[in-house]
Nanobody, 124 residues
Framework: QVKLVESGGGLVQAGASLRLSCVGS????????MGWFRQAPGKDREFVAA????????WYEDSVKGRFTISRDDARSTLYLQMNSLKPEDTAVYYC?????????????????WGQGTQVTVSS
């Protein structure tokens, strides 16, 4: 079992930056492919980004490419999401996820572990 706890969300203006963190505990964090999903009010949950267990491969949803960067520090069992040039449409609850698969995955059913979520609100 892996427990994931996110932090770093908040209220910012459009164009600002935020860095989300996710600390994992339990089974060996470094063995898991990791990712971020988000869910805006009244919308379906959507994939944001994924990173392989080595950290060498990443994958982004088209709307965040070039603005968001996913990274991991296995020594600290921590996953990050650096979000730059934030837009109002990025407003959502962001979830840290972990997968038993070590490679890149983009569907929610491929992830076994979910954090509680952290709210990101971007005002115009």
């Amino acid at each position: 079992q892996v427990k994931l706890v996110e932090s770093g969300g908040g209220l910012v203006q459009a164009g600002a930056s935020l860095r989300l963190s996710c600390v994992g505990s339990g089974r060996t964090f470094s063995r898991y492919g990791m990712g971020w999903f988000r869910q805006a009010p009244g919308k379906d949950r959507e994939f944001v980004a994924a990173i392989s267990w080595t950290g060498g491969n990443t994958w982004y949803e088209d709307s965040v490419k070039g603005r968001f960067t996913i990274s991991r520090d296995d020594a600290r069992s921590t996953l990050y999401l650096q979000m730059n040039s934030l837009k109002p449409e990025d407003t959502a609850v962001y979830y840290c996820v972990g997968s038993r698969y070590s490679d890149l995955r983009r569907y929610d059913y491929e992830y076994d572990y979910w954090g509680q979520g952290t709210q990101v609100t971007v005002s115009s």
